[in-house]
């Protein structure tokens, strides 16, 4: 399969036609397609390398032999290491070439010179005769290795590219489904274009789950370790952390409580799964983001939040394999746990959104004490760009039309508004019924899909 990706494709492209000699780095979470965008559009005659696990002079030999389509004879003479490796490649090649190679960071592991090794052959310009592309599902390592100040290739890569999650249009245009439905999919299988692979082999959504998550013996049904392995010595702590948000434990004072450890102590694990995009930090809005308080700690991967709502609970149930027993209680909540996935979606559109000639800034949601002196929260809050307009809205997951009844609630809710509020207010609703009303402007998920071209 091979969706979209233009935008990396285009940027590889330049970057590989330019005269000089480039260092490219393509990096991002496993699963989302980084192996697949490069054979699409890698040419013929390039090297490409997919590293393994196994010792330095085994690579060597493997690597050398995929050049052999190349250079001819290549690997019959022994290369003691890296650096003579890379400097032979690079006088024996006549014309420039793209060298490749895929899950850099297996190379590393049982190389640490590696990246120091490149660096010199960089800055010597001693690679004048191939490209080179460095690939790699490790986000840490790759961080460590070129975006860190103190990393040895920092600085040096012309270009660094990393490759996300794909936005829900492209699913919808996968499986080809109604838009409801492609929302419904995406609270299982989010942007993770080998997720969508493993839905595509089931007839249904239902049985897609069953035997590919809850299963014992399905593809998935250890996903988070292995995505965990990539980065982490161990999981144990990331795994905790992930169960009990998936659980309902969002602030990060009561997750240190349950943990049984000072807060300081999890800032580092919070901050590694914010940077992976498996949780994201939420502040209501208009809260100052380095001082507030008010933080609480969702899970942002829609798959992972799945597994650790769901899977994680029901383990015990599912070594029994009780799958369809657990997968009845589920498809009982579905509804009410897409309708968090749908109001996130909501918030993510609203960037893209133009009302009345205006563009906002990206939504947030809002909660606390209205000037009533009554607990409160807005869905969707966001000021136009150009700070004249406030957006306010709410997120409905439901199978009749809402827009009276929200309509009535949002003329509530901005006369209890405790914050600085702009002269003109426009007043949304997204739900799963297109509908037409004086007050409110509606908005349906072929509408969010439409705007949400992009992660």
Same mark, same amino acid.
């Given at each position: 399969m091979f969706l979209n990706r233009q935008k990396e494709i285009e940027r590889i492209?330049?970057?590989l036609q330019r005269d000089k000699s480039q260092l490219i780095v393509i990096y991002g979470r496993r699963r989302c397609g980084k192996s697949t965008l490069l054979q699409q559009m890698l040419p013929p005659e390039a090297i490409y390398f997919s590293a393994d696990l196994r010792e330095k002079p085994l690579q060597i030999v493997a690597f050398s032999k995929q050049i052999e389509k190349v250079v /001819?004879? #290549?690997s019959k003479p022994a290369y003691p290491d890296w650096e003579s490796f890379f400097i032979s490649l690079n006088n024996a090649l006549t014309e420039k070439v793209i060298v490749c190679i895929d899950e850099f960071p297996y190379l590393v592991k049982n190389s640490p010179e590696l990246p120091s090794i490149l660096q010199t052959i960089v800055d010597n310009q001693r690679n004048s005769n191939y490209h080179l592309i460095l690939c790699g599902s490790s986000q840490q390592m790759i961080h460590s290795m070129v975006l860190d100040s103190a990393s040895p290739l920092y600085g040096r890569c012309d270009e660094i590219i990393k490759v996300k999650p794909m936005a829900i249009r492209y699913l919808q245009e996968y499986l080809s489904i109604p838009p409801v439905e492609a929302v419904h999919e995406f609270g299982v299988w989010g942007g993770v274009p080998r997720y969508w692979e493993v839905r595509k082999q089931y007839g249904s959504f239902a049985l897609a789950v069953k035997n590919s998550i809850l299963d014992q013996n399905g593809l998935l049904n250890e996903e988070p370790e292995r995505l965990f392995s990539d980065e982490l010595r161990t999981s144990v702590q990331a795994y905790s952390i992930l169960s009990l948000i998936g659980a309902g $434990?969002?602030?990060?004072?009561?997750?240190s409580a349950?943990? %049984? @450890?000072p807060a300081t102590q999890l800032s580092r694990m919070f901050g590694f799964l914010v940077n992976q995009g498996y949780i994201k930090r939420e502040i209501p809005y208009g809260e100052p983001p380095r001082s507030s308080k008010k933080s609480l700690y969702k899970i942002d991967d /829609? #798959?992972?939040? #799945?597994y650790f709502t769901f899977l994680v609970p029901n383990r015990s149930r599912l070594e029994f394999d009780m799958v369809d027993q657990v997968w009845d209680e589920i498809a009982v909540k579905y509804d009410q746990y897409v309708s968090m996935i749908w109001e996130d979606l909501c918030r993510k559109a609203i960037p893209y959104l133009e009302i009345e000639g205006k563009k906002f800034n990206p939504a947030s949601r809002w909660w606390g004490g209205g000037l009533n002196k009554k607990a409160m929260e807005l869905d969707i809050v966001a000021k136009s760009t150009d700070q004249t307009t406030l957006l306010i809205g709410?997120? @409905?997951?439901s199978d009749r039309d809402q827009s009276n009844e929200v309509s009535e609630l949002l003329e509530m809710k901005e006369s209890n508004i405790p914050f600085a509020k702009p002269k003109n207010i426009i007043k949304v609703l997204f739900q799963k019924l297109p509908a037409s009303h004086p007050n409110i402007m509606v908005f349906t998920p %072929? %509408? $969010?899909i439409n705007l949400l071209t992009s992660p």
């Open positions: 492209e330049q970057s /001819p004879g #290549f $434990v969002h602030r990060p004072s009561e997750i349950r943990l %049984d @450890k /829609p #798959f992972i939040n #799945f709410e997120a @409905k997951w %072929d %509408d $969010v």
